[in-house]
């Protein structure tokens, strides 16, 4: 198991920026998946960007060129730098870990972001 703290939510306007932060408890070096969800009330969570093992990057198409995901092993944090920001962004954010060995699906509390004018 692994507890997933993220950060970094909040309100921006259009077009602003936020880096989300995800620290593990553990590290996340052999996990196999780790990454970011986003959900807004009565929809599904959704994967936004999720880095796999071996290093290889997945993102939706909605936030790619926008957003950027990436990992520092040795903090045991993986960070989402979100640009260009827009309204239709805006939902509660969660960090997601699947372990390699056991297929365990872990997830933080959420953070929420809110893109607004």
């Known amino acids: 198991q692994v507890q997933l703290v993220e950060s970094g939510g909040g309100l921006v306007q259009p077009g602003g920026s936020l880096r989300l932060s995800c620290a593990a408890s553990?590290?996340?070096?052999?996990?196999?998946?780790i990454g970011w969800y986003r959900q807004v009330p009565g929809k599904q969570r959704d994967m936004v960007a999720a880095?796999?093992?071996?290093?290889?990057?997945n993102y939706a198409d909605s936030v790619k060129g926008r957003f950027t995901i990436w990992r520092d092993n040795t903090k045991n944090t993986v960070f989402l730098q979100m640009n260009n920001l827009k309204p239709e962004d805006t939902a509660v954010y969660y960090c997601?870990?699947?372990?390699?060995?056991?297929?365990?699906?872990?997830w933080g509390q959420g953070t929420q972001v809110t893109v607004s004018s």
């Open positions: 553990r590290s996340i070096f052999s996990i196999y998946s």
């Open positions: 997601n870990a699947v372990d390699s060995t056991t297929s365990r699906t872990d």
């Open positions: 880095i796999i093992s071996g290093g290889r990057t």
